[in-house]
C-alpha cells in the first residue's frame, strides 16, 4: 500500500479544516498574548511550534519531532518565557504520546504541569488540557487508576472556571468516557458519549472532523455491546467525513476501520474482517506514524480472525509478534498483554497445548483482576476460554462452575460475551 503524501498545501488546507480538532487538545492561547515579549529568535520558536502543529493534525509527527526539538532548543537557548517554554513542553508531551513513547511523554508532560502551575496557578484551565495529555499518557500505560485521576482533577478544573459549559466540558467527557470502554463501564461510557455528542454536534456541527471521531468512539461501544446495527450507522457516516480531510489511506482512519472489521466479524464476514485488518496493519507499518501499539492491537485482531478461520499457525505468529511488540513498549503486565496471552491460549487448546493454555489463562486472569477487577469483560473472557480448555479436557464439573460465575458477571454489567476489543485511539 502506496502511504500517504501530503503536499505543504494539502497541509494548509488541513490546517484550515480541523483547528478546532487540534486546538482541544493543545490549547495554550496564553503563548498568543505573550508573543510580544519574545526576542527575534524566540518568535521563530512559535514559529516551528506552529509548523509542527500542522504536521500533529496530519498524523505527521516524524515531520514534527525535529521543528519541535528544534523549537525547545531555541526556547532554552534565548532564554524564553516560562510560557513558551512551557508551551514546547507540552507539545512534546502529546508528540512523544502519539508515537507511543510514553515514558518520554510523561517526563515532558510532567515538566509541562509543574511550569504550568507556577507560571498560572495549579486550577488555570492550562493546567486542565495538560492534566488531560497525561491521562491519555498514563491510559496507554496501561495505569487506569492515574489516567483516571488525572482527568478527573482537569474536569473538576472546567467544571468551576467555565461554570458548567458543555462545549467546554465535551472533550473531557470524551476522554472519560473513551478510559471507561477500557475498564468496562460500558453503560456509563455511552453516557458521556451521549452527552458530549449532543454539545460537539451543536458547536461544531454533524460533519466536522471530531463529531466523526467521536461517532467512531461510540461506535466501537457499540460494536463492543455486540449492537452492530447502530455501530454499522455510526461509522457509516463517520469514515467518509475523516476520508474527506485524510485521504483513503491513512493511519488516522485506523479506529474506524476497526470497527468495521468487528462488525464483519459480527457478521461472519471472516474474509472482510481479515482484509480490513491487514489493510489496517500495512499502514501502520508502511506510513510508520500509526504507534507501535496500534500495530499490536491490529495484529491481535487479526490473530483472533486467523483463529475462528482455524488458521491456528498463523495465528500464533501474528501474536508472539504482539506480545513482543507489547513487552517492548508497556511490559508483560498490562491489560493488552493479558488479551494477547488469552488469545494464543485460545490458539493453544485448538492445537492441544492444554497445560500452555492453562498456564496462559491463569497469567491473563491474574493482569485482568488486578487492573479492574474480578467482573470485568476482559474477566468473562478469560473464563469463556477457560470453559473451552476444561470441556476439552473433560472436568464437567470445573465448566459449570465458571459458567456460573460467568453469569453472574454478565448479569452485573449487562454485556455480551463476544471477544473484547481493546480500544485503539
Request: with cysteine; glycine share 6%; aromatic share 8%.
Given at each position: 500500500m502506496?502511504?500517504?503524501?501530503?503536499?505543504?498545501?494539502?497541509?494548509?488546507?488541513l490546517?484550515r479544516?480541523?483547528?478546532v480538532i487540534?486546538l482541544?487538545?493543545?490549547?495554550?492561547?496564553a503563548v498568543?498574548?505573550?508573543?510580544?515579549?519574545?526576542?527575534?529568535?524566540?518568535h521563530?520558536?512559535?514559529?516551528?511550534?506552529?509548523?509542527?502543529?500542522i504536521?500533529?493534525?496530519c498524523?505527521?509527527?516524524?515531520?514534527?519531532?525535529?521543528?519541535?526539538?528544534?523549537?525547545?532548543?531555541?526556547?532554552?537557548?534565548?532564554?524564553?518565557?516560562?510560557?513558551?517554554?512551557?508551551?514546547?513542553?507540552?507539545?512534546?508531551?502529546?508528540?512523544?504520546?502519539?508515537?507511543?513513547?510514553?515514558?518520554d511523554a510523561?517526563t515532558?508532560?510532567?515538566?509541562?504541569?509543574?511550569?504550568?502551575?507556577?507560571?498560572y496557578?495549579?486550577?488555570?484551565p492550562?493546567?486542565?488540557?495538560?492534566?488531560?495529555i497525561?491521562?491519555e499518557?498514563?491510559?496507554?500505560?496501561?495505569?487506569?487508576?492515574e489516567?483516571?485521576?488525572a482527568?478527573?482533577?482537569?474536569?473538576d478544573?472546567?467544571?468551576?472556571?467555565?461554570r458548567?459549559?458543555?462545549?467546554e466540558?465535551?472533550?473531557?467527557k470524551?476522554?472519560m468516557?473513551?478510559?471507561?470502554?477500557?475498564?468496562g463501564?460500558?453503560?456509563?461510557a455511552?453516557?458521556?458519549?451521549?452527552?458530549?455528542l449532543?454539545?460537539?454536534?451543536?458547536?461544531?456541527?454533524?460533519?466536522h472532523l471530531?463529531?466523526?471521531?467521536?461517532?467512531?468512539?461510540?461506535?466501537m461501544?457499540?460494536?463492543?455491546?455486540?449492537?452492530t446495527?447502530?455501530?454499522e450507522?455510526?461509522?457509516?457516516?463517520?469514515?467518509p467525513?475523516?476520508e474527506?480531510?485524510?485521504?483513503?489511506e491513512h493511519?488516522?482512519?485506523?479506529?474506524?476501520?476497526?470497527?468495521?472489521?468487528?462488525?464483519?466479524?459480527?457478521?461472519?464476514?471472516?474474509a472482510?474482517?481479515?482484509?480490513?485488518?491487514?489493510?489496517?496493519?500495512?499502514?501502520v507499518?508502511?506510513?510508520?506514524?500509526?504507534g507501535?501499539?496500534?500495530?499490536?492491537?491490529?495484529l491481535?485482531?487479526?490473530?483472533?480472525?486467523?483463529?475462528?478461520s482455524?488458521?491456528?499457525?498463523?495465528?500464533?505468529?501474528?501474536?508472539n509478534?504482539?506480545?513482543?511488540?507489547?513487552?517492548?513498549?508497556?511490559?508483560?503486565?498490562?491489560?493488552?498483554?493479558a488479551?494477547a496471552?488469552?488469545?494464543l491460549?485460545?490458539?493453544?487448546?485448538?492445537?492441544?497445548?492444554c497445560?500452555e493454555a492453562?498456564?496462559?489463562?491463569?497469567?491473563a486472569?491474574?493482569?485482568?483482576e488486578?487492573?479492574?477487577?474480578?467482573?470485568h469483560?476482559?474477566?468473562?473472557?478469560?473464563?469463556q476460554?477457560?470453559?473451552q480448555?476444561?470441556?476439552?479436557?473433560?472436568?464437567?464439573?470445573?465448566?459449570?462452575?465458571?459458567?456460573?460465575r460467568m453469569?453472574?458477571?454478565?448479569?452485573?454489567?449487562?454485556?455480551?460475551y463476544?471477544?473484547?476489543l481493546h480500544?485503539?485511539?
Amino acid at each position: 500500500m502506496v502511504g500517504v503524501r501530503t503536499s505543504f498545501t494539502e497541509l494548509r488546507k488541513l490546517k484550515r479544516s480541523i483547528p478546532v480538532i487540534f486546538l482541544s487538545l493543545l490549547v495554550f492561547p496564553a503563548v498568543a498574548g505573550a508573543r510580544t515579549l519574545f526576542a527575534e529568535k524566540a518568535h521563530s520558536c512559535s514559529s516551528f511550534r506552529s509548523m509542527a502543529r500542522i504536521y500533529m493534525a496530519c498524523g505527521d509527527y516524524g515531520k514534527a519531532q525535529p521543528l519541535l526539538q528544534k523549537a525547545f532548543q531555541l526556547a532554552e537557548k534565548t532564554n524564553a518565557p516560562d510560557t513558551e517554554v512551557c508551551a514546547c513542553v507540552i507539545d512534546l508531551a502529546y508528540l512523544y504520546k502519539e508515537q507511543g513513547k510514553f515514558s518520554d511523554a510523561e517526563t515532558m508532560g510532567r515538566m509541562g504541569l509543574e511550569l504550568q502551575e507556577k507560571v498560572y496557578q495549579k486550577d488555570h484551565p492550562y493546567v486542565a488540557y495538560t492534566l488531560r495529555i497525561l491521562s491519555e499518557i498514563y491510559r496507554g500505560q496501561g495505569r487506569y487508576q492515574e489516567a483516571s485521576g488525572a482527568l478527573e482533577r482537569a474536569l473538576d478544573i472546567v467544571r468551576r472556571v467555565s461554570r458548567g459549559s458543555e462545549q467546554e466540558l465535551a472533550p473531557f467527557k470524551v476522554d472519560m468516557a473513551r478510559l471507561l470502554v477500557v475498564q468496562g463501564d460500558y453503560a456509563q461510557a455511552e453516557s458521556l458519549f451521549t452527552e458530549a455528542l449532543a454539545a460537539i454536534e451543536a458547536g461544531y456541527g454533524p460533519d466536522h472532523l471530531y463529531t466523526a471521531k467521536v461517532h467512531t468512539d461510540l461506535a466501537m461501544l457499540y460494536a463492543l455491546e455486540e449492537r452492530t446495527t447502530e455501530a454499522e450507522a455510526l461509522i457509516c457516516g463517520a469514515l467518509p467525513i475523516q476520508e474527506k480531510i485524510y485521504g483513503r489511506e491513512h493511519h488516522l482512519l485506523i479506529p474506524a476501520w476497526l470497527v468495521m472489521a468487528k462488525i464483519s466479524e459480527a457478521k461472519g464476514d471472516l474474509a472482510t474482517a481479515k482484509r480490513i485488518l491487514e489493510q489496517s496493519l500495512c499502514t501502520v507499518q508502511e506510513q510508520g506514524d500509526g504507534g507501535p501499539l496500534v500495530a499490536g492491537d491490529v495484529l491481535i485482531r487479526l490473530a483472533h480472525v486467523h483463529t475462528r478461520s482455524r488458521k491456528y499457525k498463523k495465528a500464533e505468529e501474528l501474536l508472539n509478534k504482539a506480545l513482543k511488540i507489547l513487552d517492548d513498549k508497556q511490559g508483560a503486565n498490562t491489560d493488552r498483554t493479558a488479551l494477547a496471552f488469552n488469545r494464543l491460549a485460545q490458539v493453544y487448546i485448538e492445537r492441544g497445548k492444554c497445560s500452555e493454555a492453562q498456564d496462559l489463562c491463569q497469567r491473563a486472569l491474574n493482569i485482568f483482576e488486578r487492573l479492574f477487577g474480578e467482573d470485568h469483560p476482559c474477566v468473562a473472557e478469560v473464563l469463556q476460554t477457560l470453559v473451552q480448555l476444561h470441556q476439552k479436557t473433560g472436568n464437567t464439573s470445573e465448566v459449570a462452575r465458571l459458567q456460573r460465575r460467568m453469569e453472574e458477571i454478565r448479569e452485573r454489567r449487562h454485556v455480551a460475551y463476544l471477544p473484547t476489543l481493546h480500544p485503539v485511539e
